[in-house]
Each structure stands twice: as structure tokens, then as C-alpha cells.
């Protein structure tokens, strides 16, 4: 087989360099557009469970809500563990799966669980799903401050302006808006008024929330046209709740019905924010701060990218005044500084393998046929992660890293036995065809790289079978490494004896003997190494016994 893949090689050697070509072009545009993050894809299926209830105490919280939820969650198929927490009037519980479940069917499960606890709940209190995140979801935090407005004006745009639009992004989970005031509308009722229409408070929350709604009427024909009919009942400012229909009473003897209003009971006003539970500021002055969060699997750097733009068209349409800070905290930052270190090693690594093929081979065309496998074996590698759905983080870089000195190891042996056997060939009393040379020379040393390739790879393998985060982590370093050594030896079959046909025939040190044809540091290593050998092979015990 491997020798088909070699003559088959050579006999296409025009496909073989244009193939190679195309793979160049296509892998680096792969490349650029493969989504980059600080770490791999850490995200554990994990369904969070937010349950808001008023009024109660952690401890009633933990009885009445927090149990019943843990014990409906608790078996449920792919299971591990359940996390929770109960505070003053919230509930959240953690349902954590197996690793590689579905986190959309974990949804449902969790769904129609929490559908079987409905009436073991205290009146009024819905659990809920928060939505999907990632482990290092937090991408960027913003600041949205004024000098010249209120806290509540401020809070209005962060919260029913920029949160919204932010959403709207597709890859955003979650906006979530702390500091500054929120604004309420206060209803202040007024007991003697109540008794005197016979109302109770419970009377006018229900009437508040049945007014605070649009409805539909049909529709009315006219001619050729049809006009809707709605009733426009949601309230915008104080006056509108202020003239809400509370109750009907009837009027002293023949006086029809009286309409009595919020306003008639009450008084209603929009100044005072609600109850604030945090606050936040910005270079020490008050602010809103935005945390915005990823959905799993999105590109962090390419979000980023979109909520600039978007945030940019915003503030056209803001208040003036409004400032916003998109840079308190942004974790494109530490996966570009955490990235560009590892290239950086990459690159230093890539100069010193340069260096030392230089210095060893002696020779142009060899160090050039040899370091084609570097940059083809690195493209190829970043295809299978496209292909695989994998990011470029600092554990696949990392694997790229340690293996980079071993990418030419297969073509450097290819390389040298191909330009040993053309110098014999050459001095040769009958030269054979240079296509038979490189075929049977690349042939020779086609199991060493094989078995060579093999061991190396299989010091990586227990990586794999690492449980938990751990194996979640090093596992992509270890497909890296595997991936760009097999990437190598397919370049050092295909292409590597395709250059070597063109490039190594034309060497005019091959005329003359073996010791004119490597550099003076390789001459050194071998007459150190012969030395060695003439010392330790005669002895094998007394070198067997120096191990111990």
C-alpha cells in the first residue's frame, strides 16, 4: 500500500505538486477563519435552574422550592450531580450530565421534569432555565455612564436599549445589566379610599394586571378593506396607570354605574428606583456594567467583533450624554496575548529547525525538499481541525509546538538516503532511471519512518483516556501532536520524493565520494559517533550495567 501511495507519487508528479498547492491556498484560508479561544471546549453539560421566591427566607426557600426541584432533577437519564443554592427569595440548581450528551436533549429532560412539581411549589413560583452559556462565557464587560444624566435614565438605556439590540446578536446567551437605578412605577393605595369603594389591595393588583395588556377585538369590513380592532391598554408613564379601571360601583339611587380609577384610591408616581441589591461604577465613577455572555461553541474574537459594530450603530440612536466603555474587560485580550505566545515558540522553534538543517545538511535544494513538510504538515493539520470542529487555543498550538521538530524528522530521512542513493547512482558503471532510484530509495526507509511515526505517537495516546476536564484538556494537545506526525509522514510519501525527483538530480556534489558530500558538523557527529560505537559495542555488559 504504501509503496502504491509512493510510485503512484511519482508517476503523478505534476497532480502531486498542484494538489499540493491548492491544500497550501485553501488550508491557510482555513486557517485564518478557524475560531480561536484561550482553552478548548471545557463546557460540562450543565442545566442551570433560577427560581425567584418572593418574601421567602433561605431556609423556606431550601424546603419549598430547592427540594422539590433537586428530587425531580435527580435520576433523570445522563444525570451526575446536582449542585444548589438557596438565598433570600431565589433558587438555583445545577444539573449536571455526562460528558457528551446532547445539552438540548438534557433541556428537555430537565423540562418535563420540572413539569411533574408543579403543584408541590408555593403559589406563583416558576422555575425557570437560564440559557445555555460557556465555562468562559463572559466575553466583555461594558460600562454605559453619563455625566449629565440621571442613574435611572442611565439604567433605562442600558436595560431596554443596549440589552436588547446586544441580544439580538446571534452567539449571545445572556446580557446582564448591574448599577445604576431601575425604574419603578409606585403605587401608593390609600386604606380610607378603599373602604369607601368597598376594595381590597388584592382588587387592585388584579385590576392592574388585567389593564396593563393589549387585546384584540376582530376585525371590521368596510369596503374592500378590513380595519383591525385593538384595545391599546399597556401603560407607558403614570397617567396611563393612574387611569386604569379598578372596579365598577353603583351610583346613589338612579345614578348610573361610577368607574372607579387607580387615581380615585391611590396615588401614583415614577420617582423612586427599586430596591438595589450591588451597584458597580467605572474608573471610580457611577455606572451601568453589562457582562455579556457567549452561547457554547462561538468564536469569542468574532462576537467581539459584531458587538464593536453594533455598539458603534447604537450610539447614533442613544441620549446625549451616554458614554460607553466597550474595554473594562474583554477576553479577546487574553486570547490574543495567550496565542501569540505560543506562536511565538512556534516560530522560534520553526528558526531553530531552519538552523540546524542548514548547518547539518550543507546543501540548498536538500534543506529546501526538507523543510516543504513544515509548513504543509502544519496546513494540513489545521484542516482536521476544521474539519473536526476544533479551535486553535493554546493546547492544540502547544501540541504544534512539541512537535515541531519532529515534522521534518521522515523527510530529512527520505531526503538522505534519496541523495545518497542518486550519488551512488550517479558514479554508477550503469546509471539507472532517477525515477527508479527515488522510488526504491524512499521505499528503504519506508518502515523505519512507519515504525519510527508509530512509538511517537503512541506516548501520547493515554492522554485520551484521561477522565474528567483533565482528559477534555489535554486531549486536543495530544490530537495535535498525532495529527501533524501523520501529517508529516504523508508529506514525506507524496510530496517529499516528487521535489526530490526535481530538485536533487542536479546536486553536482554527487560525483564525488561520501565525504565531500555532508557538511563539516555532520562529518564531526559521525566521527563521534563511530568513536562511540567502537567503545560500547565491544563492552555490552559493562554499558548494560551503567543503566542500573
Known amino acids: 500500500m504504501l509503496n502504491w501511495i509512493i510510485k503512484a507519487s ?93 445539552l438540548k436533549y438534557n433541556r428537555q429532560v430537565v423540562t418535563e421534569r420540572l413539569g411533574t412539581i408543579a403543584e408541590k411549589l408555593p403559589p406563583g413560583i416558576v422555575p425557570m432555565m437560564t440559557p445555555a452559556t460557556s465555562i468562559m462565557g463572559e466575553i466583555a464587560l461594558i460600562s454605559v455612564s453619563s455625566k449629565t444624566l440621571s442613574p435611572m435614565d442611565i439604567r433605562t438605556v442600558a436595560e431596554f436599549t443596549l440589552r436588547p439590540a446586544i441580544l439580538s446578536i446571534p452567539g449571545i446567551a445572556q446580557v446582564t445589566a448591574q448599577g445604576g437605578d431601575l425604574k419603578q412605577f409606585r403605587i401608593q393605595a390609600d386604606p380610607d379610599k378603599l373602604r369607601l369603594f368597598d376594595l381590597t389591595l388584592e382588587d387592585v393588583e388584579k385590576a392592574l394586571t388585567a389593564s396593563n395588556q393589549n387585546t384584540g377585538g376582530g376585525f371590521l369590513v368596510s369596503d374592500a378593506q378590513e380595519l383591525v380592532v385593538r384595545n391599546l391598554g399597556r401603560v407607558s408613564s403614570a397617567d396611563d396607570i393612574a387611569s386604569s379601571l379598578v372596579a365598577m360601583r353603583d351610583g346613589d339611587h338612579d345614578a348610573p354605574p361610577r368607574a372607579v380609577l387607580v387615581r380615585d384610591i391611590a396615588t401614583v408616581t415614577e420617582t423612586g428606583p427599586t430596591i438595589k441589591r450591588g451597584d458597580a461604577s467605572d474608573n471610580a465613577s457611577p455606572a451601568v456594567i453589562m457582562a455579556i455572555q457567549k452561547q457554547p461553541g462561538a468564536d469569542t474574537i468574532t462576537l467581539t467583533r459584531v458587538l464593536d459594530a453594533t455598539l458603534t450603530q447604537l450610539k447614533a440612536t442613544l441620549p446625549a450624554g451616554i458614554d460607553i466603555n466597550s474595554d473594562v474587560f474583554r477576553q479577546e485580550h487574553f486570547i490574543k496575548s495567550s496565542i501569540s505566545n505560543v506562536v511565538a ?109 508509530i512509538i511517537v505517537c503512541l506516548v501520547f495516546t493515554p492522554t485520551f483516556f484521561l477522565p474528567g476536564i483533565e482528559g477534555r484538556l489535554f486531549a486536543p494537545l495530544a490530537t495535535a501532536y498525532i495529527v501533524s506526525i501523520f501529517a508529516s509522514l504523508f508529506v514525506a510519501l507524496t510530496v517529499t520524493p516528487v521535489l526530490a525527483y526535481y530538485l536533487l538530480p542536479g546536486i553536482k556534489r554527487m560525483t564525488h565520494g561520501t565525504a565531500h558530500q555532508d557538511g563539516l558538523l555532520l562529518r564531526f557527529c559521525k566521527r563521534l559517533a563511530m568513536r562511540s560505537y567502537a567503545i560500547a559495542m565491544p563492552r555490552p555488559i559493562a554499558v548494560l550495567a551503567t543503566l542500573g
Not at 488550508?27 to 478548548?40: E, K, S
Not at 463546557?43 to 430547592?66: D, K, S, W, Y
Not at 443554592?85 to 438555583?92: E, F, H, K, P, T
Open 10 to 102: 511519482l508517476h503523478n508528479r505534476v497532480l502531486v505538486l498542484i494538489a499540493a498547492l491548492l491544500v497550501s491556498v485553501y488550508g491557510v484560508y482555513v486557517t485564518l477563519n478557524t475560531p480561536t479561544d484561550v482553552l478548548p471546549d471545557l463546557n460540562r453539560p450543565v442545566v442551570t435552574i433560577m427560581t425567584e421566591a418572593p418574601g421567602l427566607a433561605p431556609e423556606e426557600v431550601e424546603a419549598q422550592v430547592t427540594y422539590n426541584i433537586e428530587t425531580a432533577v435527580n435520576g433523570s437519564p445522563g444525570v451526575e450531580r446536582v449542585r444548589s443554592v438557596s438565598s433570600l427569595g431565589l433558587s438555583i440548581v445545577y444539573v449536571e450530565f455526562q460528558w457528551g450528551t446532547d
Open 345 to 453: 515558540a512556534l516560530r522560534y522553534g520553526g528558526i531553530l529547525v531552519v538552523i540546524i538543517l542548514i548547518l547539518f545538511l550543507m546543501n540548498v535544494r536538500t534543506t529546501i525538499v526538507t523543510l516543504t513538510a513544515l509548513p504543509l504538515s502544519l496546513i494540513t493539520t489545521f484542516l482536521v481541525f476544521h474539519w473536526l470542529g476544533m479551535s486553535v487555543n493554546t493546547m492544540t498550538l502547544g501540541g504544534l509546538a512539541v512537535a515541531i521538530g519532529e515534522l521534518v524528522d521522515d523527510a530529512v530521512v527520505d531526503v538522505e538516503n534519496v541523495y545518497r542513493r542518486l550519488g551512488e547512482n550517479r558514479r554508477s558503471a550503469n546509471p539507472r532511471p532517477i525515477i527508479d532510484v527515488v522510488f526504491n530509495a524512499s521505499s528503504e526507509i519506508r518502515n523505519p519512518i512507519i515504525l519510527g511515526t
